[in-house]
């Protein structure tokens, strides 16, 4: 949440960050975080080694965090020197390198339109739970809507269902 925002103005706030005081989350779903790239970029690799990764830009919306991460998971040693880029947002991640070249990690719920239109390739055998990296809906624990707050996260949890979408042949 922003830093300069207040809580209290909010009756439901959603996000990946840790709950307000004085309010109750529920994870929408789960996220799985995977590698993307261009279709260009993703012809420049000549295996199927996670590593080969490490060798072009990364995008990190988490000052490399995230990178550092998904290199343990994939037991990977980071090298001293990653081509890290950063920006703001893994959106903003998602966004870079669908033009150019380099890798950003990203979920289904944000390159999962692009993958599907063919703008983007999902390295999903790469794929990890960043720990950070679940949405959350947090809501006021004593709401006077709390009938109404119930039915938007049944719906809402109902819309955000995972769709896995497979790469363009």
């Not at 307000?20 to 012809?43: I, N």
């Not at 000052?63 to 550092?68: A, C, I, R, S, V």
């Not at 990653?82 to 944000?110: E, H, P, W």
């Amino acid at each position: 949440m922003a830093h300069h925002a207040d809580a209290e103005q909010y009756d439901m706030i959603l996000g990946t960050w840790p709950a307000p005081a004085g309010f109750v989350s529920q994870q929408l779903r789960t996220e799985f975080w995977y590698p993307v790239c261009a279709p260009a970029q993703f012809q420049l690799l000549t295996g199927a080694e996670a590593a080969e990764l490490l060798d072009y830009p990364l995008y990190s919306s988490e000052t490399g965090e995230d990178w550092q991460l998904w290199c343990q998971h994939q037991q990977l040693r980071s090298p001293a020197a990653l081509q890290l880029r950063y920006v703001n947002l893994a959106l903003l991640a998602t966004k870079a390198v669908s033009c150019g070249s380099g890798f950003a990690l990203s979920n289904d719920f944000i390159a999962g339109p692009a993958v599907a239109a063919g703008q983007l390739i999902a390295l999903r055998q790469f794929s990890y739970q960043l720990p950070w990296g679940q949405y959350q809906l947090h809501y006021k624990a004593d709401s006077v809507q709390a009938t109404a707050v119930e039915q938007f996260i049944q719906w809402l949890t109902e819309q955000l269902q995972p769709q896995v979408v497979p790469n363009p042949a």
